[in-house]
DNA sequence: TGCAGGAAACAGACCGTTCGGTATCCTACT
DNA sequence: AGTAGGATACCGAACGGTCTGTTTCCTGCA
């Protein structure tokens, strides 16, 4: 735990909500579990709580509402989302189109996780209502984030319209999750990965390389 | 249920339902709008049976549960969705993949209209219990009808591999519906329609070459 | 070293509201 | 006369949220 006894604020500052052993981080992260897995509006205070260990006076001291927590949560859990999603396609190196290729066997892995339940912003969207703009901007401003990734991987492959291949592949990740969700099938993520290679394969490419075959300039 | 008296009644029998002048039908489709809007969990008893103008006595004397009004909604919307769709893709003629590429327009004028809310099956599943196997039955059921519609058409196209070309233009409809629910811009349809073209595109049909009609023989 | 003080968290009773669902009575047509 | 439906009061449970009081542990100071 603590290294120094005056630094008390600054051990705060770097635990920050993330420390199992605080009670923020405690219920922060029973709270995400039980959004995700049960919906928002069906998980009550108590039940939170209870999974945390904490009061009730300690949840409204830190969050204030129901609706700040679940603000919070899906705040700290799109970054921890997206950090591990373009870790999982960075990490390992090569060129931008390996890199793609690294994004299905990711879905893959965490669609197989005991404690996978869809894209929660996803979720949150379909338990609310869908004319109001709030849940959907935060969704989109999650999306757009992982997408610009994602369209600057594909322009750097040389793809002949990186940001039309982004969405393509976006949509096919979104299919996955939800088919993932619906199935609890961790193999759709294969199938979307052969989709994929059709995508960015053959003739997609500004620069085939002059390989085996000219006609393939004729791209889009 | 006799069609004994006059019109109204054998027009009540005739839409069965789906008769907005019967308490059930104004219930179910009051319940599917309000539903489908602002999801399940968040709409109450109170609501449906003011928008759908009848009495709480009556929505319990014919449903006997929200549950089962939940049930009664999904299984109805659920196949006048089939219905529109498959309509829409078979309507028209022209050979299978004439039809398989009509699945994206059709999409885009459901997102344009002003009641798109998603897909009521996925969006059933994302609030309720991911560990319950009750709603993801219901959507798989829901799904495995239209992904076998696909699948055929797939094969009659000559497909390599009709099966798996299905299921991969099935996430990219799971996809463009998510991602319509979400940015409400029908566009994505179009973005889909650009994959699934290079899904069944080029060299990815069993004999492109001899001709369009032998290969059409190996339905199935 | 020992103790006062205070923040942080726990425990849980409690409040007003809303929920799903039931019961009672009434109306309007065939 | 019979039946489908409307109106409404009501029930117990659960909801989000507030309140009072208690425990725990760290810190400042003598």
Redesign the interface.
């Known amino acids: 735990m603590g290294k120094s006894v005056s630094k008390k604020q600054a051990v705060a500052a770097a635990l920050s909500a993330n420390d199992e052993e605080s009670a923020r981080g405690r219920l922060l992260s029973a709270a995400t579990h039980l959004f995700?897995?049960?919906?928002?509006?069906?998980t009550g205070i108590d039940a939170i709580i209870h999974e945390a260990g904490t009061a009730k006076t300690t949840l409204y001291k830190l969050f204030g509402s129901k609706t700040n927590l679940v603000h919070a949560v899906l705040e700290s859990e799109g970054k921890a989302w997206r950090e591990w999603f373009i870790g999982a396609m960075e990490q390992g190196g090569g060129d931008a189109q390996a890199k793609l290729t690294r994004i299905f066997p990711a879905l893959k892995s965490w669609f197989g996780e005991e404690r996978f339940?869809?894209c929660p912003?996803?979720?949150a969207?379909?338990?609310?209502?869908?004319?109001a703009k709030q849940f959907?901007a935060i969704?989109?401003r999650h999306?757009k984030v992982v997408l610009s990734h994602i369209e600057k991987l594909a322009g750097e492959m040389g793809a002949a319209d990186p940001e039309?291949l982004a969405?393509?592949l976006?949509?096919?990740?979104?299919?996955?999750i939800?088919?993932a969700?619906?199935?609890?099938d961790p193999a759709?993520a294969d199938?979307?990965g052969?989709?994929a290679g059709?995508?960015f394969g053959?003739?997609?490419v500004k620069k085939p390389k002059r390989t085996a075959g000219a006609a393939q300039l004729v791209a889009v």
């Open positions: 995700c897995k049960n919906g928002i509006n069906a339940y869809g912003f996803i979720n969207v379909a338990e609310h209502d869908k004319d959907r969704a989109l999306k039309s969405h393509q976006a949509l096919l990740i979104d299919g996955a939800v088919a969700m619906v199935s609890r759709v199938t979307a052969l989709a059709s995508l053959p003739s997609k």
